[in-house]
């Protein structure tokens, strides 16, 4: 018969992971998955008979993560807006309990790899709404771009390029039932293709090339990624709303400059850094404070400029942590990226599954490093989440982690 503790990691391990499989189509049930999951980790914790130093304490990736998860939490000291402050906090702690519930319930590489497919299904359905969609089923507008449900489209595009890099690391690590997982690719390719968002295309491109095709040109899987490429390019750049919205880029450049146009995609980013980069200015160590953003471009902004108050931050996670942490928060979060490309490289030089792991991280790290400087991305609660997901697939060290 099960002791009481063992049952109690079985809810919290089922917990988990139904809280990774609906978070792309729910917010709210994934949140009561996840606080379910904490729940019982707490109990079957603090129950446990041995109570040797846990093995996360020696993980350098764990403490990297506790420090980028306490900076917003400091920064409520000097804080104005304490509501807004809080919310911060709550959405960034997502990093550091996907990542310790990853280090308790994630006993060894297959249950790492389990969770990674939950991780897929759950986006690949998003994506299957998508298409129903761009089809015109239902009476939507047929073959038109964006096409996307329940998020906005940039979000959409940046959860469909995480979901593509592990279900291409999945197909890699098995060796039966492969097919499935190389549709899973092709409809995750689409989703970044359905977003029809800059953002994440560019960096998904650009992730293909220095890590996935660099890694495995030598080998005959190299034919799949090449297919995939040319899906992402034949369904993307030949579509006219894709296009137009590229070719603009540099119209909306210029009109920034010469006449300060703030309305457009390009002219609100560049207007948004120039404000954060003043709230840098003038308070370079600390920043302004966790809650503070929405504040200070209220009182930055006038006449035409105040279309920007309706932006709650930068759309760049650079800017972001300047402005609101100063360049102590640029330090951490560079250190955090600093040691995810340490432990994965480190990992990429092992054989088997911890090299497909080191391969997952380099490509998750990279996106987030490139998508985020157009997009806050650390503020989006879904890649907040998938984040710490990722972090616990490939840093955590197995067994328990405690």
Known sequence: MRSITDRYFRVGYLAFFLSVITVPSSKSISGVCLGIASLFFLISLFKKKKKDIPLIWHDRIFWAILFFCALP???LLWTEDMKSGLTICRR???VIITYLLCAYFLKDDEDKIKLLKALVIGVVVLNLLGLIKFFGIRNAKPFSLPSV????PIWFGNVSAISLYASLVIFFLLKQGRRIWVLCSIINVLGIAL?????PYL?????????????????KRR??????????????????????KVFAINDEIKAFFLSSEVKSSIGARLGMWKLSFEMFKENPILGVGTGDYELEVARRTEGSWSFL???????????YFLALYGLIGIGVLFFLFFMWFKESLKRTKNFGVSKAFGILGLAVGLHYLLAGFTETLFKIHILVFFFGVIAGVCFTKGKGGF
Do not use: C, D, W
């Not at 390019?233 to 296009?243: A, C, I, P, Y």
């Open 203 to 219: 960096a998904a491109l650009i992730v293909f090339g220095i890590v996935f095709l660099s890694t495995f040109l030598k080998e």
């Open 149 to 152: 449900v329940i998020m906005n």
């Open 73 to 75: 939490f400091i920064g």
């Open 309 to 319: 108050r309706k932006y709650n931050q930068p759309h760049s996670i650079y800017f």
């Open 195 to 199: 977003s029809a968002s800059r953002g």
């Open 223 to 244: 034919i799949v990624f090449l297919l995939l490429i040319v899906i992402i390019l034949g369904t993307v750049l030949f579509k006219s709303e894709f296009k137009q």
């Open 92 to 94: 960034i702690s997502l």
